[in-house]
């Protein structure tokens, strides 16, 4: 049967949206000098000073299925005590990537990479991000090494920072971890292979736990997002998938946040990048939201009594808990990037429930973390950190600009990808929930496949959460139009 889909090239569609963002999705001529001068010159490992030598230990890395610009990697100990030492690698980019150099200067302009889902726009060379950088199995890598001791109730009672040479001893993934952690399916070969690395594991999922647990206790929101993946066959787009969470993302999640948190405190005496979500504006609007909904939160922004009603939502109604996450979120408004000096009130993370935050663990990925990586060797080696409060005022302003410029080029292409896997179920009927019905129209979502478009026939009458069956009317691949029709 010949395939009556469009025939879009969706790299190109990439790029260009790019372009329209603000983004340059080609790297200049003095990138690729420095980087083939790199090549050609790698720097040497030489454990010794203040680079601790720290490759005998069991790390190990979880990420997506396809992902190879590894940030990050993890280990921890049992102590005698009970409490358990974890210990965060986190790949030293800064070594590689010199500031002012011409990779620093593209990287701070671009301030992300984007993932569209059809191809990754890296926001450095990808032999760094995706090789000489990443921490990728059975290579030896320079890393920064967050450690911090957990109690058996989640709190984080100590913490070190320092340099040091490690080996990724196991790269793993999210799909095959998580289930696995569960219960729910049998261990990968490599895993099933090592029972030093199961006990590892679990020994991190159970630490995991009891941290997310302690930031609950805290007020930290519980919050579920939709994302979808594209099923790519013979790099055509065959249909689209939800992203599930699992256990392995939570255990990343978790001790992402705690090593940020503890980056954060050690960074309280110079000026720095911060990571904040302000108290929400709106709060009386969340007020509304939640009365509406039969819950009942105090007059005053409240991140614990917000927790406390989504958490009753999501065991009442699960399968509307996106929808109510999503309003939540925008009511809340976006995080942003700030700078932080000593003594400046502390604007803090209204969604997490802290005062100290920051992004330190994805140099790869985010320029903020990159900065934030070398003011930390700074405070280490008791040197001038090399950047004035102007420098960070800007550079965060940046990367919270294009952060939301790179969220806009993600969604376009989510709903270009999701048109073109719909275009060959033209008069198909499917389950679906009302998401939104103002003046603009009225949105619904399908359960299977997750896709968003608009009811354009027999929406009249129609309400958020309202349950119905709707007809594929048309799509629009070029603009990321999906219609349907009541069925």
């Not at 100990?77 to 790949?91: F, Q, S």
């Not at 108290?279 to 406390?308: C, H, M, Y």
Request: proline share 5%.
């Amino acid at each position: 049967m010949n395939d009556a889909r469009p025939q879009i090239d969706l790299q190109s569609v990439a790029k260009q949206v790019m372009l329209a963002h603000g983004f340059q999705p080609d790297f200049p001529p003095a990138v690729q000098q420095q980087l083939a001068s790199l090549q050609s010159q790698p720097p040497q490992l030489a454990p010794g000073g203040d680079l601790r030598d720290l490759r005998a230990l069991l790390w190990s890395s979880i990420d997506n299925d396809t992902s190879k610009d590894l940030d990050q990697i993890e280990v921890a100990e049992p102590l005698t005590n009970g409490d358990v030492k974890v210990l965060v690698g986190i790949a030293d980019v800064d070594g590689d990537v010199p500031k002012g150099s011409a990779i620093d200067q593209h990287a701070a302009t671009q301030a992300t990479t984007v993932y569209t889902g059809i191809r990754n726009f890296s926001m450095l060379p990808e032999a760094l991000s995706t090789g000489i950088t990443s921490l990728l199995e059975n290579q030896d890598n320079a890393a920064l090494v967050i450690e911090f001791v957990v109690t058996g109730d989640g709190h984080v009672k100590s913490s070190d920072l320092y340099r040091a040479v490690v080996r990724n001893k196991a790269q793993l993934t999210y799909n095959s971890i998580g289930p696995w952690l569960q219960g729910e399916a049998p261990a990968s070969p490599k895993v099933a292979a090592s029972s030093d690395l199961q006990a590892q594991l679990k020994l991190q999922n159970d630490v995991a736990k009891a941290l997310k647990q302690q930031r609950y206790q805290h007020g930290a929101l519980n919050i579920e997002t939709i994302e979808v993946r594209p099923v790519l066959v013979n790099d055509k787009v065959a249909d689209v998938v939800k992203q599930e969470k699992n256990a392995a993302t939570d255990l990343i999640e978790d001790f992402m946040i705690a090593a940020n948190e503890v980056v954060a405190r050690a960074l309280a005496n110079v000026s720095s990048i911060r990571r904040v979500v302000k108290t929400p504006e709106r709060w009386d609007r969340i007020v509304q939201l939640a009365a509406e909904q039969e819950g009942n939160l105090p007059a005053e922004p409240d991140s614990k009594a917000l927790n406390n009603f989504l958490m009753q939502r999501k065991a009442a109604d699960p399968e509307h808990f996106a929808d109510l996450s999503l309003a939540v979120i925008k009511l809340m408004g976006p995080g942003e990037y700030v700078l932080e000096r000593p003594g400046d009130p502390e604007i803090g993370h209204f969604g997490l429930a802290v005062q100290d935050y920051t992004h330190s663990t994805a140099p790869n990925r985010r320029f903020a973390d990159m900065v934030t990586q070398r003011l930390i060797k700074s405070l280490l080696s008791k040197k001038a950190n090399g950047y004035s409060d102007e420098e960070l005022a800007a550079i965060a302003k940046n990367c919270t600009l294009k952060e939301d410029a790179a969220r806009k080029v993600e969604r376009e292409m989510t709903k270009r990808i999701s048109a073109l896997a719909m275009s060959g179920r033209i008069g198909d009927v499917f389950d679906a929930i009302v998401t939104g019905a103002n003046a603009k129209g009225t949105f619904v979502r399908v359960l299977r496949p997750h896709v968003e478009g608009m009811l354009v026939q027999g929406q009249h009458g129609l309400d958020v959460g309202d349950n119905l069956k709707v007809k594929l009317v048309r799509t629009d691949v070029q603009r990321g139009y999906i219609d349907f029709a009541l069925a």
